[in-house]
């Protein structure tokens, strides 16, 4: 029954997708903000000129490969790729094949009882089906190498190797998948006893953990030779603390799968959480109360292009609230929950502690040293997240799906309807993430 309820959803996506789609092709004519780059680059390959590099991207070049072997196989089909808006289609196409494709199939080999149509519906990769972005490719690879880890470590570690071609910070998720791969060895409950066993069997398994060694060492070669993370525009993409990064990230993971958590036990709870029995934890929740404040007030970084790009969201979520004089003190609750409302629910979910502390772990590395704000960068903790704690909402995946479907119907909606012009940009403008 749950199955063809996905289904009988996925088909209602499907339709959703093809809509957008054909508007895409219709009213986005011209390269969309860094599509400028990737759309200009991939066609460089595409002439087999792969000795030629543009040094504005900030990311590898495993996107250009795979969309010059792409538009290869639909020139081999008979697909007509004269015209450039042909092959703008045709290029941004390949992100729909794999956000509804690939995507779905490696979340079914992960588990088969997660609700798979959910994690593909969020609102957050939505938008990236339809242009051409790295972030939905660097995402199936990262969750196709933690979905092989029940199965084939060779195999995750070669998707592993893969996704760093698409972005490289994703070496710290094959490092979280690696911790994955130990933890599934380990059966202890309690927790002296689990941390003995997960020593024990991480040096236990040295050689089936080869695979994701390599991944480290090629990186490192790779940070050795490159001089260091980012390949180019190095400017505007320096490494810098912000680690109220990660209190975003938290408020977009909270927002998107809100109805999975929204209850009045829920809120019980975490009012238990906060005072606890005699308000023995109160002192403590004050204390992490004035250290978000803290990290708010000095770990916040306003980029110049939250300040100048008014084609994101993140340009009005600043200017209008998070950039107000209180927001430092109304955010408080809001990021404390958010915190607390995640760790709780993996614990729920009956996530290992190793896991967990890998997951906000890599969630800190891979996000807090970017300067920019940048939903996007909460696409993978978002969907490993759900991958994580999908089994323990039972009753709320319907739920989960209607939210989707309403915010992605608004952002589309906004997205081709409230249109404006730059001076300094070639056509049309729009709003996304």
């Known amino acids: 029954m749950k199955n063809m309820i996905q289904v009988a959803l996925y088909s209602v996506l499907l339709v959703f997708c093809s809509i ?3 508007l895409v092709s219709q009213k986005v004519k011209d390269p969309f903000i860094d599509e400028f780059f990737h759309l200009r680059q991939c066609l460089v390959y595409c002439d087999y ?3 030629v590099w543009d040094n ?3 990311t590898p070049p495993g996107l250009y490969y ?4 792409y538009t290869k196989l639909i020139s081999y089909l008979g697909v007509p790729l004269d015209t450039i808006s042909a092959k703008y289609d045709v290029l941004r196409s390949l992100n729909l ?4 494709v690939f995507l779905p199939l490696f979340v079914y080999i992960y588990n088969k009882k997660i609700w798979w149509v959910n994690i593909i519906s969020s609102p957050l990769l939505i938008p990236y089906y339809f242009l051409f972005y790295t972030d939905i490719w660097s995402l199936v690879f990262v969750v196709g190498s933690l979905a092989f880890t029940r199965h084939s470590v060779v195999v995750s570690g070669l998707l592993g190797f893969i996704s760093l071609w698409f972005r490289q910070t994703n070496i710290i998720w094959v490092a979280f ?4 791969y130990i933890d599934q060895f380990v059966k202890e409950d309690d927790l002296v006893g689990y941390f003995q066993q997960y020593v024990k069997q991480a040096f236990g398994h040295v050689v089936q953990l080869t695979p994701y060694v390599i991944n480290f060492v090629l990186f490192a070669i790779f940070l050795k030779i490159n001089g260091g993370i980012t390949l180019g525009d190095k400017e505007n993409h320096q490494v810098q603390i912000h680690l ?3 209190f975003y990230a938290v408020l977009f993971i909270n927002f998107f799968t809100l109805p999975t958590f929204i209850s009045i036990d829920k809120l019980k709870r975490y009012g238990k959480s906060f005072i606890g029995p005699y308000f023995i934890y109160l002192p403590l929740n004050i204390l992490g109360g004035f250290i978000i404040h803290y990290i708010i007030e000095n770990f916040t970084i306003v980029h110049p292009f939250l300040l100048a790009d008014n084609r994101h969201y ?4 600043w200017k209008r609230i998070l950039s107000h004089k209180y927001s430092s003190i109304v955010m408080i609750p809001i990021y404390h929950f958010g915190t607390w409302n995640i760790i709780h629910s993996l614990i729920k979910a009956k996530v290992s502690i190793i896991v967990i502390i890998s997951f906000i772990m890599a969630n800190l590395l891979t996000i807090v040293p970017s300067p920019l704000f940048e939903p996007r960068y909460y696409i993978t903790p978002l969907v490993i997240f759900r991958m994580l704690t999908n089994k323990s909402c039972k009753y709320r995946n319907l739920p989960e799906f209607a939210w989707s479907s309403i915010i992605n119907v608004i952002i589309m909606y906004i997205f081709f309807t409230y249109e404006f012009t730059w001076e300094s940009e070639k056509g049309i403008q729009r709003i996304i993430w």
């Not at 993140?314 to 979520?317: E, K």
């Open 49 to 51: 000129k792969f000795d």
């Open 97 to 100: 094949v794999g956000g509804l």
């Open 56 to 58: 504005k991207i900030t």
């Open 244 to 246: 109220v990064q990660i």
């Open 177 to 180: 998948i690696a911790s994955v």
């Open 66 to 69: 795979l969309g010059f072997a």
């Open 314 to 317: 993140t340009f009005y979520l």
């Open 20 to 22: 957008v789609a054909q």
